[in-house]
Structures are given as C-alpha cells and as structure tokens.
Nanobody
C-alpha cells in the first residue's frame, strides 16, 4: 500500500509561484520505477492531469494549459515529488492531488491511478 501526502498549497496572487510537495511512502515502492502525476480538480469537473513523470528517464508530460509554467520533479532520496508552479493564473485555482501508478504506463485518466493523496488547495486571485 502506498501513502501520499501533499503540502504546499495556499493562496497567491496572479503571477506568483507555489511549490507543491508530495511525500510518498510504502513498502517496495520506488519513485523512479513507477508513474507519478499531479492532477487538478475544480468543483464540478473531472480531475485533470497537469503533470506526469514516467519512471527512470522515460519522459514528462504537461498539457498546453500549464506548459512552460509548471515543472514536475522527484527526489528519490527524500521519496518526494514536487510541482513547481510559476506565473500562476486564476484558472489554475483548484484542488491539487498527487497520484501514483505502479509500472511504466502513465495514462491521462485519473481513473487509472491507484493511489492518491488527500489533496492541497491552490487559490490564485
């Protein structure tokens, strides 16, 4: 069983920055061997993947809406995944969730991720 705990959310003015952290723990779970992602959810809408990180050097995904502004990274020694968010816009407001999926397949759909954190709220005004 994998546990994920997000932190770092808050309120910020448009143009500002935030860094979200996701602490990952669990038996036999290795950050660099599994799929990691950040999702955003706005009330009444489905969760949208805003960053994906493949195992090893498999690649990184960002949708056009955050490309060039968001950066996902991981620190294997600290078992932590980060989401650096710059040039924030009001439309970035939402609940942000960290998610993981064992193996090398990193889908776009939230339904295909096995483990989730509790979420951290980001509000941009």
């Amino acid at each position: 069983h994998v546990q994920l705990v997000e932190s770092g959310g808050g309120s910020v003015q448009a143009g500002g920055s935030l860094r979200l952290s996701c602490s990952v723990s669990g038996d036999t779970f290795s950050l660099d061997r599994n799929c990691l992602a950040w999702f955003r959810q706005v009330q009444g809408k489905e969760r949208e993947r805003v960053a994906g990180l493949w195992p090893g050097n498999g690649g990184i995904y960002y949708p056009d809406t955050v490309m060039g502004r968001f950066t996902i990274s991981r620190d294997n020694a600290k078992n932590t995944v980060y989401l650096q968010m710059n040039s924030l816009k009001p439309e970035d407001t939402g609940m942000y969730y960290c998610a993981s999926r064992r193996g090398g397949y990193c889908p776009n759909s939230a339904q295909e991720y096995y483990d989730w954190g509790q979420g951290t709220q980001v509000t941009v005004s």
